[in-house]
């Protein structure tokens, strides 16, 4: 896909079926606050609750879209982007299974053998087994391809070395999808790079935690030390590592947890507000809101088009990037709101605190800004 055609999009309408999942979903948030299971959340952070996970999974809202002979529920992508809207907007925690529901289960899907898809598909599916991401390094977070952590050919499998950073969740994971160097001094940096699922209680492997500008542990380094992997732990051909990887990101960078971090403040914000509030706080807060719905239109677009079979990169890439300043200019305008109408409601001073320390990460986690914006001038053909 090149120029124009890799900006056109099919305007995407939600089935009849999707609303009536959202139904179901408003109905499941609303049982879970009654029972004292879900509380008014005062950060930004995904949460991580394995009860809850086990929860969603019982309702068919993990894997929704894969086959049911992998414990899938072969609904439509349309329905999931549905449950990802009610459960980040009610600011469900889903941060357990999120990485593996997302994207590591679709990568064995797609690229795997069917050994690795009963091993983990099912266990994703019924909200037990969890997954982070192996890509960035201490010296290769944007240009990725860069990557150092290598893999030596050993009989029976393979040796692993090297160091991963900012990897999300590898504490509490029990696997990683990571990226790994396998054949070197070829020509093009992009080839000879493999992924590997990675059992992280593995012997070799050691997880540190960086604590974040918010206080708060979220992700880690990763140490491999001559970490022995069986020949089965490659995902996908050796070397193909790089088609894998941008595949992954566009199901990384296009959904709707790209703007709706910040959307539970906008809600308590307005809410703080109530009918009287003046015109300049009504401006800015449609303004916001209408940015909200069309950047949603476009994200509903690329869910339906990677449930086409397409590899929307450039779309996606618009999402995120869009997105991630819509957020970013929210959390900024949600506290000048604050400030000039002298907001006092129930956690809004944590909510405020908690996204300016986690807003910068926003335009950074996933791919930078600047990245993002490469990768659509290239896909239009202007570089
Ligand atoms: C909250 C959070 C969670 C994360 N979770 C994970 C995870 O689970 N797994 C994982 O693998 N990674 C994770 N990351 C890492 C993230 O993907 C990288 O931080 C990101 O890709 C940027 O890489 P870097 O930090 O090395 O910055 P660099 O690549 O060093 O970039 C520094 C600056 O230079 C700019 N820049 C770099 N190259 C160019 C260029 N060619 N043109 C223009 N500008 C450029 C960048 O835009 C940026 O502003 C996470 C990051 C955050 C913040």
Known sequence: MSGAAALRLETAELPPQAEALRRELRAFVAEERAAGRLTDPTGFGMGFSPEMSRRIAERGWIAMTWPKQWGGHERSALERYVMMEELLAAAVPVGAHWVADRQSGPVILRFGNDRQRAEHLPAIARGERYFCIGMSEPSSGSDLASIRSRGDKVPGGWRLNGH??????????????????????????????????????????????????????????????????????????????????????????????????????????????????????????????????????????????????????????????????????????????????GLTAPVLAELLQSGLLWSPAFTIRGGTGEILRGVIAKGMGLR
């Open 164 to 341: 991963k950073l900012w990897t999300t969740n590898a504490h509490r994971a029990h696997f990683m999808i990571s990226l790994f160097r396998t054949t070197r001094g070829l020509d093009s940096k992009h080839a000879g790079l493999s992924q590997f699922i990675i059992p992280l209680n593995s012997a070799g492997v050691t997880v540190k935690p960086v604590i974040s500008m918010a206080g708060e542990h979220d992700f880690n380094e990763v140490f491999f030390d001559d970490v022995f992997v069986e020949d089965d732990a490659m995902v996908g051909a050796e070397g193909n590592g790089w088609n894998q990887v941008s595949a992954e990101l566009a199901y990384e960078r296009s959904g709707p947890e790209r703007w709706l971090s910040a959307f539970r403040l906008l809600a308590v914000v307005v809410e703080a507000l109530g009918s009287d509030a003046d015109r300049e706080a009504r401006q800015e807060v449609a303004r916001l809101a209408s940015h909200m719905l069309t950047l949603r239109r476009l994200s509903i677009s690329v869910a339906a088009m990677l449930h086409a079979g397409l590899s929307p990169s450039v779309p996606a890439a618009m999402v995120k990037d869009l997105g991630t300043r819509l957020e970013q200019e929210t959390v900024n305008r949600m506290r000048d709101l604050a400030l000039k109408n």
